[in-house]
């Protein structure tokens, strides 16, 4: 994992998070300009409650977030958040077998599916339709992950993420 500024570039990696670990990709050299997005990864876990992917601050941001067992979906282009809860039918995500996450933004329009079949459809606030985030990309968790914009949980993520750079696409 990395900490702080140091924030070295991963490939595709399956690790084991405990908590205070996490991976982090410094966006200063390339910062994100984006009108429409892509971002998969999948996870595995017991834990309820737990930070699985953030990028942006202030009012410009991207938040999934594992909590009470559901997968919460915060996003803020700059005029209010649009927020999405997806939950199992059955029993909770936290029950330690793989579950595949995809988000995609197309300008306001937001999808969000879960193990391909959970879909929730939003759209963010106003006319903003643009994601600019020139800060760090965090897997797993955070420096302080309390303090971030939006997030619902105060705690790194413990378990198994699977995520490379190349599973964040935008244009």
């Known amino acids: 994992g990395g900490s702080g500024s140091l924030c070295p570039r991963k490939e595709e990696f399956v690790a084991t ?30 834990q309820r409650n737990g930070l699985m992917l953030h990028t942006g601050k202030s009012a410009d941001y991207v938040n999934l977030s594992l909590k009470s067992g559901a997968v919460w979906l915060v996003i803020n282009l700059g005029s209010g958040a649009f927020e999405a809860l997806v939950e199992p ?51 797993g968790g955070s420096p302080n992950t309390a303090d971030l914009p939006g997030s619902p949980v105060s705690n790194n993520f413990m378990g198994y993420p699977l995520f490379s750079p190349s599973h964040f696409t935008h244009e």
Request: charged share 20%; proline share 1%; with cysteine.
């Open 17 to 46: 998070f405990k908590g205070n670990e996490f991976f982090c990709y410094d966006l200063s050299h390339n910062p994100i300009q984006s009108s429409t997005d892509e971002i998969t990864l999948a996870f595995r876990t017991l």
């Open 89 to 139: 039918v059955n029993g909770k995500f936290n029950d330690n077998a793989w579950h595949d996450v995809r988000v995609t933004r197309n300008l306001r329009q937001v999808t969000i599916s879960v193990d391909g079949i959970l879909t929730t459809t939003g759209y963010t606030q106003e006319d903003y339709t643009m994601l600019g985030s020139d800060d760090f990309f965090y897997i």
